[in-house]
């Protein structure tokens, strides 16, 4: 097996009107707690990083989140990751001086690409995060998978592997690919396409949509390449420990960080 770099283990905060929540394929959501007190539990057992998502932002929306932003900052003491719409090079500026230590850009990379090239070329490809949700296309001739916009409710005629490769040059330091196929399912993650991301860019790919145990997100670094592994329910709902996770993951064979407080 190839040399790989430790996977980091990112548990995903989808925030809506202040609180977490988590549904299956992006619908039906359901109450998972208060983004602040989950952001601090998970950096307190074994979190390599965090992911704030606020799926219903708005214009009108941005100071909430920024607030919510310098709360989470000021609790943890690992990265975090927050998304949600930032459409501008100045709304990357805020989130990132709010406290976060990168920026997830989706609907607003792909309407005008030229925010992941301004904020790159400003702030640095290892703050730029460009999330791809992509839909299995199988009637399709030509395309594989679909890029999503708008929380996943507006197909785009894209090719999601394209669509990828492309973000790449424009300065993306990483990708967040999440199968709106798994999303929620909790059967395991879409690894044909994580592996088809993967062997097309060169930068980070980290898996969302479809964690259901342990083994699935080992299955996503062995098998469908990811660099990182991103996952809600089964953390929020504490179904499993963070530590649960990487005990599995050290045992298969994944290399992972774990401190030793941790598993005192």
Known sequence: MESMLAARIIPCLDVKDGRVVKGVNFVDLRDAGDPVENARYYAETGADELTFLDITASSDKRGIVVRLVEHIADEIFIPFTVGGGIRTVDDVKAVLYAGADKVSINTAAFQNPDVLDGSAAIFGSQCIVCA???????????????????GGRTPTGRDAIDWAVEAEKRGAGEILLTSMDRDGTGDGYDLELTRDIHNAVSIPVIASGGAGGPSHLADAVLEGKADAVLAASIFHFREYTIDDVKKYMQDKGVPVRRLDRHSQ
């Not at 992509?134 to 998978?145: E, F, V």
Request: aromatic share 10%.
């Open 132 to 150: 791809v949700d992509a839909r299995r296309t199988p009637d399709h001739p030509d395309m594989k998978y679909e890029v999503y916009l708008h």
